[in-house]
């Protein structure tokens, strides 16, 4: 067995016994729902280990660490339960609120299902889908591989940021 299929090995097992047991604010029910260990990846910038819950038929994504490490402007308050930021070159404001289900991005109001959003004390997860309706962030989840990647039409700050470096450095040579 070589060392990837034993890694594979245990994070399946993980996968398997690890049920979530801190509290929530969802309609999901907490003792259908899973931890797994995923890699998110975005461009070749972004490539590292997440946990994601899931049910028996969904995956949730832990929206305020996509976002930290994406480097996308965001302010968690979980006492008003809401999620807020600047979004884009553009300066795009958006709120999400979890309470009411509701979404505001540029101006727009989008509505949410009880079933998208899963509030915990450490982070907010949602369905990949919620991803792409306010921000147009596609998120395609590979289950076999363990693989969570983002794709995005508008290029996301950490991507801007390393262009930005990159630029600078040729401009210093």
């Known amino acids: 067995m070589t060392g990837r299929q034993t890694i594979r090995m245990w994070i399946s097992a993980i996968v398997l016994f690890a049920v979530v047991t801190a509290p929530c604010f969802s309609a999901v029910d907490v003792d259908d729902t899973q931890e797994a260990f995923f890699t998110l990846r975005y461009e070749r910038i972004i490539k590292t280990t997440i946990i994601a819950l899931f049910t028996q038929d969904s995956i949730y994504i832990p929206i305020t660490q996509v976002f930290s490490l994406a480097k996308i402007n965001h302010e968690l308050d979980n006492d008003s339960k809401t999620l807020q930021g600047v979004f884009s070159r553009r300066m795009i404001k958006y709120s999400i609120n979890a309470a009411t289900l509701t979404a505001y991005f540029d101006g727009r109001e989008i509505f949410l299902d009880s079933s998208d959003i899963i509030v915990r004390d450490l982070d907010w997860y949602v369905l990949p ?8 962030i596609e998120v395609k989840v590979e289950f076999k591989d363990l693989r969570i990647t983002l794709l995005s039409k508008e290029k ?4 801007l940021e390393r262009e930005r470096e990159a630029a600078r450095q040729t401009a210093l040579a």
Do not use: A, D, E, S
């Not at 996301?156 to 991507?159: A, E, F, S, T, V």
């Open 129 to 136: 889908h919620v991803l792409q309706k306010i921000f147009g």
């Open 156 to 159: 996301l700050p950490i991507l």
